[in-house]
């Protein structure tokens, strides 16, 4: 469950990432069709990351093999959290941006979401530039989370990354 | 005899401004939301406006109104939607940089409930319009004026070519306003 989150929400990620740096220069008549795919992305991402963290409430990952020092551990802990953390925020944050500027979000054409903020333009053009700090972050976030995965799978060949592939490899 | 009509009418503005209530520009609003995609409800604003406005619920039919919006202040909520906006197929903002409502007439159509019929013009173009809107006492004698109306807006030529396909922009647009006036000036 929690590995069949995962790369659906890579493959969700990589397309509110893509469609999100590719809109933002796209001329007016075109953004405003395309903007609505995004934000439709975001919204799928956020419920995601919502069943994704219930999820591992209730199950614990399983533990790190023995090889792995104490430092690994806890940074890896932390870059978790706070991946799950960023995961949240960037959508929550677009939502937010959103409402301020006086967009309604409305995920896939199906319903209107709430607005969360009254309508405020300076406040909307600063979501603006927090939405794309948080979306930077979580950027350089999942670099260092493939890099490290990268790091199990070459250097301390332990197994880690191959537990987390969509299609177990190592069942010799 | 030609001097009179004129003299009666400035007669008749003085008097009427007389009544006149102060806007409180910085509690009032004028926004207009429209369509995109069929679904997708945007909210932009008219920052800057003024009002001119004497009415006393004890006697609507009495009452006026007149409304100037300044085109150019635009807001759509993006940098680039505002300058389009101004441009000719929109709102062609250089050479109609005002849009305005002038009522010929206020009437009661229920508990502290009205309308205003008059001429609404935007980019020239000047349509018969009937505005419903509430009005409520405020503290200090003020009043709280709240309404909205639904305009289409092809027939004022907003939007052209390109920007036609009600499908990508619906063609109605409705326009919310709220102003915050204070008491009747005394004569």
């Not at chain 1, 975001?42 to 614990?60: K, S």
């Not at chain 1, 350089?140 to 299609?167: C, E, F, I, S, T």
């Not at chain 2, 922009?169 to 919310?176: F, G, K």
Request: include cysteine.
């Amino acid at each position: 469950m929690a590995k069949s989150l995962h790369w659906l929400m890579f493959v969700l990620i990589a397309a509110a990432f893509s469609v999100g740096f590719w809109m933002v220069d796209l001329p007016l008549a075109q953004r405003i069709r395309t903007v609505p795919w995004h934000k439709s992305i975001g919204v799928a991402i956020l419920a995601c990351v919502i069943v994704r963290l219930a999820w591992r409430v209730g199950h614990a990952p399983p533990p790190l093999p023995d090889s792995v020092p104490a430092w690994e551990r806890r940074a890896a802990r932390t870059a978790h959290w706070l991946l799950y953390a960023l995961m949240a925020a960037v959508p929550v944050s677009g939502w937010l941006m959103s409402s301020a500027l006086g967009v309604a979000t409305v995920p896939f054409g199906l319903a209107r979401l709430p607005d969360l903020l009254e309508r405020d333009r300076e406040l909307g053009e600063m979501l603006k530039i927090v939405h794309f700090a948080l979306n930077k972050t979580l950027l350089a976030l999942v670099l260092l989370h493939a890099a490290a995965a990268l790091k199990h799978y070459l250097v301390d060949r332990d197994g880690v990354l191959q537990r987390m592939l969509p299609v177990p490899r190592n069942r010799r | 005899m030609k001097l009179l009509l004129p003299l009666l009418l400035l007669l008749y503005a003085t008097s009427a401004a007389a009544q006149n209530r102060a806007l409180d520009a910085a509690k009032s609003r004028v926004a207009f939301i429209y369509t995109l995609e069929r679904k997708i409800a945007v909210e932009g604003r008219f920052p800057r406006f003024a009002a001119q406005l004497s009415f006393d619920e004890k006697a609507p039919e009495k009452g006026s109104v007149r409304i100037d919006i300044d085109v150019a202040a635009i807001d759509t909520g993006t940098s680039d939607g505002d300058a389009e906006a101004k441009q000719p197929l929109w709102f062609d903002a250089a050479r109609f940089p005002q849009a305005s409502f002038v009522s010929s007439a206020i009437r009661r159509v229920g508990e502290r409930r009205y309308e205003a019929l008059g001429s609404l013009t935007i980019k020239g173009r000047t349509r018969e319009a009937a505005i419903p809107f509430s009005a409520a006492n405020a503290p200090g004698g003020g009043l709280s004026v709240q309404g909205s109306l639904t305009i289409k807006r092809l027939a004022f030529g907003i939007g052209l070519e390109q920007w036609a396909d009600v499908s990508q922009i619906a063609d109605e647009v409705e326009i919310r306003f709220s102003l915050a006036l204070g008491p009747p000036r005394s004569p």
